[in-house]
């Protein structure tokens, strides 16, 4: 038996060492690789069935007073046109999303100050009731203060990716974050009860395949019950604007691998991997992916958050990107869920 089939016999014994995810992240044959993907689509299948559910996307505000060395939405990028949109209007939106029958809106944003917690519960409770919607919200650090009174005001879920778990390279990254006082924020956002979602990019400046088996481990350890894996894409208005690594390989790998070890999380189906290769989506649900985001902000601000070059589904409208969405899922041999696609726990 070759090593490949002897480490999926263990995995299914439920024997997950760092030994030999660090050996499957290394290989670099696609064929050979096939039976472990063949093996996290049927882990996935086994929670979930063939749904993949869908979450709309509101990207409400591109303003953001920090600045991620990888992001164009970082506060330097002064070629970035800003934009912030009203509580009246990111609530009109959020209506369409729930028109076309989709239960779970992302409320997603840079770190705006102008979004007080005030404002933020105010817009969260006239949510709540008014549609039958789950909401994740997607705004970056805040204080335990401030989670609870969001999740007081209607909040279910909360996206705040740890980006590495690698302190010394996520210090690289963040000239104005603080590692510890990130995971602090995941720590927060788990023990007030939101569904935690958290994640990673791949193919940082730096980051290792070892650095990639502890962020595995590290979804485990935080008890994550949704896990956002995308590529990392340079963007030519950032710091990192030359470096190009676009390990779409490498991310798939990731991101069966967190299958494997977490059976039952919500993993997506990020744009990010439909924008490095344009099959990317349909690849991540038949690795072990289980939901798809469409971008569901109005166009004009649309080509406004570019989180990195070339974004896709820039120049779409929600409708297009709905039925978009809908074709990728099918194209994956998968069914279309709308429903609020809670975690299975197992
Ligand atoms: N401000 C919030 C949410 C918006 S950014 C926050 O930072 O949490 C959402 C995610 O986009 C980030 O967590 C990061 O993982 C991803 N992202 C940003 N720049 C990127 C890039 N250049 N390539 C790939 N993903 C990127
Ligand atoms: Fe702001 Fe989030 Fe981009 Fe960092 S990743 S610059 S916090 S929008």
Redesign the pocket.
């Known amino acids: 038996m070759n090593m490949i089939q002897e480490i999926l016999k263990r995995f299914s014994r439920k024997v997950f060492t760092g030994e030999d995810f660090l050996f499957l992240l290394n290989v670099e044959d696609e064929q050979d690789f096939q039976p472990v993907f063949e093996y996290s689509e049927k882990i996935c299948e086994s929670v979930y069935g063939r749904d993949v559910f869908v979450r709309g996307i509101l990207e409400f505000s591109n303003i ?1 007073t920090r600045n991620c060395f ?3 939405l970082r506060k330097g990028n002064d070629r970035l046109k800003r934009y912030r949109m009203k509580p009246d209007e990111i609530f009109k939106e959020v209506r369409k999303v729930s028109e076309k029958g989709i239960r779970t809106i992302v409320l ?4 705006d100050d102008h979004f007080t917690d005030e404002i933020m519960a105010s817009l969260l409770e006239r949510i709540k009731k008014n549609f039958n919607m789950a909401i994740t919200l ?3 650090e805040r204080s335990y203060e401030s989670y609870k009174q969001l999740k007081e005001a209607g909040a279910d879920r909360f996206l ?2 740890i ?1 590495t778990s690698d302190e010394k390279l996520f210090k690289r990254l963040h000239p104005d974050g603080n590692f510890q006082q990130r995971k602090k924020c995941l720590h927060f956002l788990k023990e007030l009860g939101y569904e935690l979602g958290t ?1 990673i ?1 791949v193919g940082l400046p730096g980051q290792s395949c070892s650095s990639l088996v502890k962020d595995i481990f590290f979804f485990k350890e935080v008890g994550a019950d949704m896990i956002g894996i ?6 030519q208005d950032t710091p990192l604007r030359n470096f190009r690594p676009r390990k779409f390989f490498l991310t798939l790998k990731v991101l069966a691998l967190i299958r494997c070890l977490l059976p039952d999380v919500n993993i997506p189906a990020t744009t ?1 991997m439909g924008t490095i290769d344009p099959q990317g989506r349909q690849k991540a649900l038949a690795a072990g992916a289980n939901v798809i985001m469409p971008n569901l902000s109005p166009a004009v601000y649309r080509p406004l958050y570019q ?2 070059d070339n974004k896709i589904c820039v120049y779409e409208t929600s409708a297009n990107c709905l039925s978009c969405t809908e074709e990728i899922v099918r194209q994956a041999g998968k069914t279309v869920c709308l429903g609020r696609g809670d975690r299975i726990k197992q």
Not at 108 to 111: A, I, R, T, V, W
Not at 230 to 235: D, M, Q, R, W
């Open positions: 953001c990888y992001c164009g997603q944003s840079g770190e997607s705004i970056g705040l990716r980006e994640g990019m995308g590529p990392f894409l340079s963007h990010a989180l990195y």
